[in-house]
């Protein structure tokens, strides 16, 4: 706190509208750079009858068009697909007559823009809402002190500035006096390439604490935006019945050559009361396996954990056999070297 009081601190708070949660929602899994991507990996609030299609933007830039769930705001997640150290981030979403438009950027480390396959999810969600004891669901899109959030305790959501492309947010409200739940982020900068990532997480019965850091493509600190999404015992998007088939880890500790089951369980649910577990596939790779919650039309994202500029994405699309989901593999990187660092892993399905 005393870097944040010498470098000024920085508050931002919303009030809540009246509507239910989520209002509206989409992802997919985009494996063409144009037409309509994976009919196997896409859903969203839409009615019968619409895709998501996509086409290409400038070198590295896919505009994804979520049909028939038009929002003003809302958070927006993207990870690279990719045998590479790639890395997508979100220039910027917007509604276009009834049609959700995301544009997802995606890049090479290094900085040269690339083309690869990406996951990307667009929710938008406002109170009030109900639902069981002990879940709880937040978001912030922040970006130069604008703010759109969503707290489903209808506590604030802070945002604090610590120092260049350093940020602490409180999540009033959705504390738990262990950790519990999930933490996603994604860089959202329409300027120049950028990645964010989770570099903190202080659990409090009162608040959860994230601190989020931002890097340019050459790992240098610097100011970007970014959107943050919390789930505890709900999906990516916010929604806890349907679907009833979705799951989530903290892979803590990398160096585990497993297969292990992340403790405490609050950050290692499956909404089917499996335990997921992880283990190593090699270096700077951990197969992740979600038991009884692995169907069609699924989605899956991917945040790195670490006070560290190093970055993770998916090696490949993720399988689904049994009812059981397997990402082989979430893989992370310093540089362009594979290592082993800590992740967050999020897997939903529309079951």
């Known amino acids: 706190m005393?870097?944040?009081?010498?470098?000024?601190l920085v508050q931002v708070a919303t009030s809540p509208a009246q509507a239910t949660v989520p209002n509206r929602w989409g992802y997919a899994y985009v494996d063409v750079p144009a037409g309509i991507p994976s009919l196997a990996h896409q859903a969203g609030s839409?009615?019968?009858?619409?895709?998501?299609?996509?086409?290409?933007?400038?070198?590295?830039e896919t505009i994804v068009r979520f049909p028939q769930?038009?929002?003003?705001?809302?958070?927006?997640?993207?990870?690279?697909?990719?045998?590479?150290?790639?890395?997508?981030?979100?220039?910027?979403?917007?509604?276009?007559?009834?049609?959700?438009?995301?544009?997802?950027?995606?890049?090479?480390?290094g900085g040269a823009p690339v083309t690869?396959?990406?996951?990307?999810?667009?929710?938008?969600?406002?109170?009030?809402?109900?639902?069981?004891?002990?879940?709880?669901?937040?978001?912030?899109?922040y970006n130069g002190g604008t703010i759109a959030s969503y707290n489903s305790a209808f506590g604030a959501n802070l945002v604090?500035?610590?120092?260049?492309?350093?940020?602490?947010?409180?999540?009033?409200?959705?504390?738990?006096?262990?950790?519990?739940?999930?933490?996603?982020?994604?860089?959202?900068?329409?300027?120049?390439?950028?990645?964010?990532?989770?570099?903190n997480w202080?659990?409090?019965?009162?608040?959860?604490q994230i601190e989020v850091r931002c890097f340019n493509a050459v790992n240098t600190p610097m100011h970007s935006g970014w959107s943050l999404t919390y789930q505890r015992e709900r999906n990516i998007n916010g929604r806890w019945v349907p679907p009833k088939?979705?799951?989530?880890?903290?892979?803590?500790?990398?160096?585990?050559p497993g297969p292990y089951a992340p403790a405490p369980a609050g950050i290692n649910y499956n909404s089917q009361s499996s335990t997921n577990t992880v283990r190593t596939s090699g270096t700077g790779l951990r197969m992740v396996t979600f038991p009884r919650v692995g169907y069609a039309i699924d989605h899956v994202q991917v945040t790195a954990y670490?006070?560290?500029?190093?970055?993770?994405?998916?090696?490949?699309?993720?399988?689904?056999?049994?009812?059981?989901?397997?990402?082989?593999?979430?893989?992370?990187?310093?540089?362009?070297?594979?290592?082993?660092r800590a992740s967050f892993v999020s897997y939903t399905s529309t079951q």
Not at 2 to 8: E, K, S, Y
Not at 46 to 60: D, L
Not at 317 to 324: D, E, Q
Request: net charge neutral; charged share 10%.
């Open 2 to 8: 005393a870097v944040a009081i010498a470098l000024g």
């Open 46 to 60: 839409w009615p019968g009858g619409f895709n998501v299609s996509v086409t290409p933007g400038v070198p590295g």
């Open 69 to 109: 769930i038009a929002g003003p705001g809302g958070v927006a997640h993207a990870t690279a697909v990719a045998n590479a150290p790639y890395i997508c981030q979100v220039a910027k979403w917007v509604p276009v007559g009834t049609d959700q438009i995301v544009v997802v950027r995606c890049h090479q480390f």
């Open 116 to 141: 690869t396959p990406f996951t990307v999810t667009w929710s938008e969600s406002t109170p009030p809402m109900v639902g069981p004891a002990g879940q709880g669901f937040g978001y912030v899109h």
């Open 160 to 199: 604090s500035v610590l120092g260049v492309g350093w940020y602490k947010v409180d999540l009033n409200g959705l504390g738990s006096a262990a950790p519990a739940g999930n933490i996603q982020v994604t860089a959202q900068n329409d300027l120049t390439q950028a990645r964010c990532k989770v570099v």
């Open 202 to 208: 202080i659990p409090g019965a009162a608040v959860q």
């Open 245 to 256: 088939a979705f799951a989530y880890t903290f892979d803590h500790t990398p160096a585990n």
């Open 306 to 340: 670490g006070n560290n500029p190093d970055h993770c994405n998916l090696q490949t699309l993720w399988n689904t056999s049994g009812a059981v989901a397997t990402v082989r593999n979430v893989q992370c990187w310093t540089g362009v070297t594979r290592v082993d």
